[in-house]
């Protein structure tokens, strides 16, 4: 026999429907990415200045106030305590801090609230103790130890924009049926490659390697596409709909993880997540933009390239140094919080919970409030989910033997290792 909802249950619905509904009306101004943006004029007059003068940026203006109004509206319906309400209380902090972040455009209040919401390289995750800079400057020491390593990787080619286009039309067509978004080829965007819910841009003069097109597929398809549309089908809950600063740590890192899921997470990818990374602490240390891409040309990346991983690093910011933008940062520190949320939750047998991450634009902070939903029947269980979460037999062996890697002190076992192999004669690269 089914019970039929009370009164009681039916108003507290509406009531978190309202709040929803007006955090959503709150969120929309809130377009962090297009309102840092900078125009293409910027990098043009950069490089004709022979690339010895601080680029000349304007913002527009912000206006917080209706963010900030709707935010009010929506607090005066939260209750003071609960797992729900205190997930509610932080989808309006975060938006909150995204609306100040950006009427500080162009000074260092945009830092503040930039660390406040995206975090900074040297802030501690989870732990307490290791922060997303241990993890970039270790992987950098990897990675530039594999220079003289033949990889197996094929010959440099560059896949133009348009077949890239193609290839990733068949795959979202594929996926997404008739809620697939349009793949369309621009002129102009800030990225080699930009996704939403109703259309996946790809910038007509990018080059794209071979895994560049698998990472796409993986990254903005698969994750960043399916969690919006799995949002706009929350119909109680549209909040979920909103990709707001709140959700970025935890979007972003679960699309690298994803990356490393589906083996399409190469080291030249790591290598740009881990640049950013320093670049931004060098910038937090006092680095003009001159300075950072100079270091970023050091490594050996084209000038173009280089200028666009500057201009990610002092969006917004102060181009002066000391004050640059952190959201780069999401990249590794996400993927740090993502991969350990999941080994924690299996090594506590919540497996239940690791289709939920895809719900929604969420945060891993926010998983108690929408199990609790779920079971109410107010969050609705994803409909697009990747392979790897479709069948979590790989990625529940996988996360099942890396939680007890964690307990093995590494520090000994290296040093062995070290040490036998320091005798060993290098080998040459084989080739077919």
């Known amino acids: 026999m089914t019970t039929s909802p009370s009164a009681s249950d039916n108003a507290e619905a509406e009531r978190l429907r309202r709040i929803c509904d007006l ?17 293409p004029s910027v990098r043009e007059s950069f490089f004709a200045t022979g690339a010895r003068e601080l680029p000349r940026v304007e913002y527009p203006t912000f206006d917080p106030s209706p963010t900030l109004e709707a935010l009010t509206a929506a607090r005066t319906l939260l209750r003071p305590e609960g797992v729900i309400d205190d997930w509610l209380s932080r989808q309006a902090d975060a938006i909150g801090g995204g609306a100040r972040m950006l009427a500080g455009i162009g000074t260092p209040e945009l830092y503040r609230w930039s660390r406040k919401l995206y975090g900074g390289p040297e802030d501690p995750i989870a732990d307490g103790v290791s922060t997303t800079l241990d993890l970039a400057r270790q992987l950098i020491a990897i990675l530039e130890g594999l220079d003289d390593v033949d990889l197996g990787a094929p010959d440099p ?12 039309r068949a795959a979202v067509e594929k996926e997404f049926g008739d809620r697939a978004p349009q793949v369309v080829v621009v002129d102009q965007l800030s990225a080699n490659a930009l996704a939403g819910p109703s259309a996946i841009r790809i910038r007509r003069n990018a080059c794209f390697t071979d895994r560049d097109v698998y990472q796409l597929i993986h990254h903005e398809a698969l994750v960043h596409v399916a969690t919006s549309l799995n949002g706009r089908e929350q119909v109680d809950l549209p909040i979920l709909a909103a990709g707001h600063p709140g959700t970025t740590r935890t979007q972003e890192g679960l699309a690298v993880f994803a990356e490393l899921m589906s083996g399409t997470l190469d080291p030249d990818r790591l290598k740009r997540l881990v640049l950013r990374v320093l670049a931004i602490q060098m910038a937090v240390d006092g680095a003009d933009f001159l300075e950072v891409y100079r270091y970023f040309a050091d490594q050996g990346i084209e000038r173009e390239q280089a200028f666009e991983s500057t201009r990610r690093v002092f969006r917004g910011g102060v181009l002066a140094g000391g ?18 949320f999941l080994r924690a939750a299996v090594a506590a047998g919540r497996s239940d919970c690791l289709r939920l991450l895809f719900c929604g634009k969420l945060d891993i902070e926010d998983v108690p409030a929408l199990c609790q939903l779920s079971h109410q029947g107010l969050c609705r269980p994803p409909r697009f989910v990747p392979p790897w979460i479709r069948d979590l037999r790989f990625l529940v062996s996988y996360l099942a033997y890396s939680a007890f890697l964690n307990r093995v002190s590494l520090d000994r076992i290296r040093e062995h290792y070290a040490m036998m192999l320091a005798a060993a004669p290098r080998l ?3 080739r077919d």
């Open 428 to 430: 040459d690269p084989v």
């Open 323 to 340: 004050a640059p933008f952190t959201k780069d940062c999401v990249y590794l520190g996400g993927l740090l919080r993502v991969h350990n």
């Open 157 to 168: 080619a560059c896949h133009l924009a348009q077949g890239v286009a193609d290839r990733i």
């Open 23 to 39: 955090l959503r009306q709150a969120e929309r101004p809130v377009r962090v990415l297009r309102t840092v943006a900078w125009s």
